[in-house]
């Protein structure tokens, strides 16, 4: 195995701790088990933030410049914090892209090339989306409006290589959060 096949079956199982963690605290919160619906959102709070270091290594090792470790900001970000707050103050048709591009980023292994990331949003967007873009390629650039957008909010890294789309720690989060 590879180490960025790796890096990738290890995010995706600690995706899958974080799924179940949020799983396992709404149960407990709908049967009234406060006290173990609190350990399932610190759990998952500590898998997320193991997730963003995983994230960190991953991005260090990636590219052609694996011995040059860049600087970057430390993982301190609080993991509780509600991702919902991530797209505040977006458009109604930037609304209508971010979950697919989110979706689109996680089903290419968290990144992508624009012209791979978009056949993939192509798929999955619903057919009254791509047609109430104007015409039959204004959803792509809808698309990369939203994109430029997330990068903003952090959802995509700004660190990408032009013609790149990769996906955050931030963004992977805020999907599951939103599935």
Do not use: C, H
Request: glycine residues 10%.
């Amino acid at each position: 195995m590879r180490v960025d096949e790796a890096f990738t079956a290890l995010k995706q199982a600690l995706i899958d701790e974080l799924k179940a963690a949020k799983q396992e605290g709404g149960r407990a919160f709908e049967q009234s088990q406060f006290d173990a619906a609190q350990v399932a959102a610190q759990k998952g709070a500590a898998v997320g933030a193991i997730l963003q270091q995983v994230e960190e290594l991953a991005l260090q090792w990636d590219g052609s410049n694996i011995y040059q470790v860049e600087k970057r900001s430390p993982a301190g970000t609080d993991p509780e914090q509600p991702l919902r707050e991530a797209l505040k103050g977006s458009s109604p048709e930037q609304d209508d892209f971010v979950m697919p591009i989110l979706q689109a980023l996680q089903e290419l292994g968290g990144k992508g090339t624009s012209r791979n990331v978009l056949e993939q949003i192509e798929a999955i967007l619903d057919p009254a989306t791509k047609d109430g873009q104007g015409g039959s390629n204004g959803w792509k650039l809808a698309a990369q409006t939203t994109s430029a957008a997330m990068v903003k909010k952090g959802l995509i890294s700004a660190e990408s290589p032009e013609g790149e789309w990769r996906l955050t720690t931030k963004g992977r989060l805020y999907f599951f959060e939103q599935q």
